[in-house]
């Protein structure tokens, strides 16, 4: 298979986000993600929600390609409203939160202070998890059947899946990091760590090419307020009893909801959710009491899901991670 060109694949989703359209009930065209650029350019909207079945009108080869390759089209699209925002932005956000404020100042400070000649180190530019104020969820389209939570196999990691479940327990909402800032002792540099996973390792030492150069060992100091939070909260569903074959017991999913979908389930639910089938790596406490992890599954490591969408007979997004186990 030949290599997939990203660039324009990035190219396609920004013509979808610009001239997909439908009609309204007046004949008018209604350009539906123009007016959520609007929106999310004026923090009036946080989540993004794209329908697989809108862009299957448009180009279904690409329903294909995020349905098989899912984390990297979430990059993708969100890498596509970033560009774009800047021209749908037609007024000054009045209300900035703290994370606005510190921005602008670094951003201010940086112009002021470094020589735009100069190449930066990539731990010390701004990643983009960083600046996004917005979240990108896929909505599976209707063509895509829910599977059964034992059907979810190794051969969906990395796709689009649909699993049905009945929600047994819902934790209180959580902060979860992003984006860990540092501050450096010794030169004062800040260096950023973007985070994928639950849990992660903290720099100690400054990556900055001043300290380098001068071996000056200076010890990185982890700065809360410079950092980047979201809302995280921790659900479990089970199978349905009519999924379960005669002689065997339910097996259950961990779901992690990140984001604006938090308290969008209540134990009791019956719900549907889509998300992204990954490999989750145990840290800690249940990385040393695993026994005999299965044949299928690497050491200390369990398969999840990230969910981009979840509705309990009625529709509500959600962006999870499950994590499957037998009760």
Same mark, same amino acid.
């Given at each position: 298979?030949?290599?997939?060109?990203?660039?324009?694949?990035?190219?396609?989703?920004?013509?979808?986000?610009?001239?997909?359209?439908?009609?309204?009930?007046?004949?008018?065209?209604?350009?539906?993600?123009?007016?959520?650029?609007?929106?999310?350019?004026?923090?009036?909207?946080?989540?993004?929600?794209?329908?697989?079945?809108?862009?299957?009108?448009?180009?279904?080869?690409?329903?294909?390609?995020?349905?098989?390759?899912?984390?990297?089209?979430?990059?993708?699209?969100?890498?596509?409203?970033?560009?774009?925002?800047?021209?749908?932005?037609?007024?000054?956000? /009045?209300?900035?939160?703290? %994370?606005?404020?510190?921005?602008?100042?670094?951003?201010?400070?940086?112009?002021?202070?470094?020589?735009?000649?100069? /190449?930066?180190?990539?731990? #010390?530019?701004?990643?983009?998890?960083?600046?996004?104020?917005?979240?990108?969820?896929?909505?599976?389209?209707?063509?895509?059947?829910?599977?059964?939570?034992?059907?979810?196999?190794?051969?969906?990691?990395?796709?689009?899946?649909?699993?049905?479940?009945?929600?047994?327990?819902?934790?209180? /909402?959580?902060?979860?990091?992003? /984006?860990?800032? &540092?501050?450096?002792?010794?030169?004062?540099?800040?260096? &950023?760590?973007?985070?994928?996973?639950?849990?992660?390792?903290? %720099?100690?030492?400054?990556?900055?090419?001043?300290?380098?150069? #001068?071996?000056?060992?200076?010890?990185?100091?982890?700065?809360?307020?410079?950092?980047?939070?979201?809302?995280?909260?921790?659900?479990?569903?089970?199978?349905?009893?009519?999924?379960?074959?005669?002689? #065997?017991?339910?097996?259950?999913?961990?779901?992690?909801?990140?984001?604006?979908?938090?308290?969008?389930?209540?134990?009791?639910?019956?719900?549907?959710?889509?998300?992204?089938? %990954?490999?989750?790596?145990?840290?800690?406490?249940?990385?040393?009491?695993?026994?005999?992890?299965?044949?299928?599954?690497?050491?200390?490591?369990?398969?999840?899901?990230?969910? #981009?969408?979840?509705?309990?007979?009625?529709?509500?997004?959600?962006?999870?991670?499950?994590?499957?186990?037998?009760?």
């Amino acid at each position: 298979m030949a290599p997939r060109d990203y660039q324009s694949e990035k190219e396609k989703c920004i013509k979808f986000l610009q001239e997909f359209y439908t009609d309204n009930e007046f004949g008018k065209k209604h350009f539906k993600y123009v007016d959520q650029l609007v929106q999310v350019a004026h923090r009036e909207q946080v989540a993004l929600y794209i329908d697989l079945d809108d862009i299957a009108e448009e180009d279904p080869e690409l329903v294909d390609s995020i349905c098989e390759n899912t984390p990297r089209y979430v990059s993708l699209f969100a890498d596509a409203v970033q560009d774009l925002l800047p021209q749908h932005k037609e007024k000054e956000v /009045v209300n900035k939160d703290a %994370l606005d404020v510190y921005i602008e100042h670094r951003l201010m400070m940086e112009q002021r202070t470094r020589d735009p000649n100069e /190449v930066h180190d990539a731990h #010390n530019q701004y990643p983009a998890e960083l600046l996004r104020r917005f979240e990108i969820y896929f909505k599976h389209p209707s063509t895509m059947k829910p599977k059964v939570v034992r059907d979810v196999k190794a051969d969906s990691i990395g796709k689009l899946v649909t699993v049905r479940g009945i929600v047994t327990r819902v934790t209180e /909402v959580k902060p979860m990091m992003v /984006v860990a800032t &540092y501050t450096c002792d010794q030169c004062g540099a800040e260096t &950023y760590q973007p985070i994928q996973s639950p849990t992660f390792m903290p %720099l100690i030492m400054c990556p900055s090419r001043e300290c380098q150069t #001068n071996k000056s060992g200076g010890r990185l100091y982890l700065q809360s307020r410079g950092s980047k939070f979201i809302k995280f909260q921790e659900i479990k569903i089970q199978e349905h009893s009519d999924q379960v074959p005669v002689g #065997n017991i339910p097996r259950s999913l961990t779901v992690y909801t990140r984001g604006e979908n938090t308290r969008q389930a209540q134990p009791g639910d019956h719900v549907s959710i889509t998300g992204i089938f %990954l490999p989750l790596m145990k840290a800690g406490f249940r990385q040393v009491v695993q026994v005999r992890p299965p044949a299928s599954v690497a050491p200390s490591s369990s398969l999840t899901i990230r969910s #981009n969408f979840i509705h309990p007979r009625r529709e509500i997004g959600l962006p999870t991670v499950i994590k499957t186990q037998d009760t």
